[in-house]
């Protein structure tokens, strides 16, 4: 065991060591060697030191490198140090974080860190919550926890007599809600074609003179953190209109990554008024740079989560506390909140607020060099996200085309409002300027290049 670990933490340590110098793209051979982990059925053993070294000799050259600095896709922040090795360490404990009753220490750091997250978040005091798996999940869970309350509170209980014939429950979303929340009202029997959708505006922030009379029991979704602009709702005023609402209605806030904008004081004005929410959705494994997989869902009144979640059975031993078992969708499950704890433990408030602060400058700066070079930003930059064109479709298509293969960094591509683009998003804590520079090189190299090629 101890060779074996030291073998691995060695390796481990060796990639992070070199990823900056790395392709950020896999080479075409190194996937290709990827076949080697094929192959039937092992009838005999391996030693385990033999099984990781071919997975290092193997994997650790086919992997995307995202931790070094200059993966701008998707959102996918990296990985903090701390994080990193007390993600290890959770996997040694191995402890199922579904009860008390045989997760003392792990469960204890993960209330912990929930305080920490709605304190950094600025979120009530009295919300609870749990992590899961990431934002899907944290949006499932809570909207569950939004159908039971509203439902309940019509005298309906849903666990016993489903959705067939039950009061109506409204669902009102921006149009630019986040597939990952269609898909949990889609899961939880909200039909997408009865969803009332709220036109947004040119940063795809929800319009409030087009949200529409409130009418019997509601859930409104809200947004903090358009996943191709970064823009949010406002979320005072559409919160407001819910409070002052003579109807009843749950106001949901998916804030993935947007809403850790209230971690740095020059950007918590971008969220002001999501603390009015009654429940949230977001991710750890984004922004905070914890790894995969980490979510976490809060709601205001943590009593609403038992109803839709809980689970009993005579040979469970179920604690005083609200234990993960009994407001989540898993039963056993992972202590994934222990990298939380250990990512907050190590920064402080203080170095979060940085770390938020750092990406937003950074994406800043691709923006402004990108202007200059005379390439259209589509996009407001308050955040971490940027959108480029760079001239026709085709021309920006081919543009993030070459990039990815050319390895210097990484971006994907989207269509806004319309319009091709190419998207960066600047979420990993260990992205310096020199980063930047060098990507900034390396785009304008490539959209110079494509420029001249397209006559
Ligand atoms: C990433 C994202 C999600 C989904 O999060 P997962 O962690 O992938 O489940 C939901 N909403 C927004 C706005 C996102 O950016």
Known sequence: ????????????????????????????????????????????????????????????????????????????????????????????????????????????????????????LGLPAEAGGVFVTGATMANLTCLAAARHKLLADCGWDVNEQGLFGAPEIRVIVGEEAHVSVLKALRLLGFGLARLIRVAVDGQGRMRPQALPEFAGPTILCLQAGNVNTGACDPLAELCGKARTAKERVWVHIDGAFGLWAAAAPERAALVAGADQADSWATDAHKWLNVPYDCGVALVRDIQTLPPAMAINASYLQSGERLEPLHLTPEASRRARGVPVWAAVKSLGRSGVAEMVERCCRHAASFAEGLRAAGYEVLNEVVLNQVLVSFGEPEETLEVVQRLQAEGTCWCGSTVWQGRRAMRISVSDWATTDEDVTQSLEAMLRIAGEVRRAVP
Request: net charge negative; charged share 20%.
């Open 1 to 120: 065991m101890k060779d074996l670990l030291a073998r691995t933490a060695q390796a481990a340590s060796s990639y992070r060591a070199t990823c900056k110098d790395r392709s950020v793209t896999p080479a075409q051979a190194s996937l290709d060697a990827l076949a080697v982990l094929d192959g039937p059925l092992p009838v005999n053993s391996t030693s385990p030191l033999e099984v990781i070294e071919l997975m290092d000799r193997i994997g650790t050259p086919a992997t995307t490198v995202s931790v070094g600095g200059r993966f701008f896709g998707f959102v996918k922040g990296g990985t903090l140090p701390a994080a990193l090795a007390a993600d290890w360490l959770v996997s040694a404990w191995d402890q199922n974080s579904a009860m008390e009753i045989e997760a003392h220490g792990v469960l204890r750091m993960e209330r912990t860190a929930l305080e920490w997250t709605k304190e950094l």
